[in-house]
């Protein structure tokens, strides 16, 4: 089966006439944009009279040089620790881990809530 390249969404206008909103970003990509934020509709930083000052690449690249952005890695994430039954363990390794129980100082009342031993 051939791979065939991902064909433009087509937009109709309210009267039917095809629009190539694609083709429209292109040609007006280094107009002004409306309002006061001096940049073109590329996201070029505007000076007076319109000039490009800088553009848009120069601000991305001091952006990602100021902030960057870290992906997390699949090997950094931990992982739960297993749970270890205190009888699975052998005396060489009952040493090496602290064995809590699980009794200890909590008990559940008849409502459901876990309250100290003794209140």
Do not use: C, H
């Not at 390249?5 to 970003?25: F, T």
């Amino acid at each position: 089966m051939s791979k065939v390249a991902k064909g433009r969404k087509q937009y109709v206008s309210m009267r039917g006439k095809p629009v190539d909103i694609d083709l429209l970003r292109k040609k007006n990509e280094l107009t002004p944009a409306v309002g006061n934020a001096r940049v073109n509709a590329r996201g070029d930083e505007l000076g007076p009279g319109g000039k490009i000052v800088r553009k848009r690449e120069e601000i991305i690249r001091e952006y990602y040089d100021k902030n960057p952005s870290k992906v997390p890695n699949e090997k950094s994430k931990k992982k739960p620790d297993p749970i270890i039954v205190k009888e699975e363990l052998s005396t060489e390794e009952a040493e090496l881990f602290e064995v809590v129980e699980a009794d200890d100082e909590w008990i559940e009342d008849a409502k459901g809530n876990f309250v100290k031993k003794g209140e």
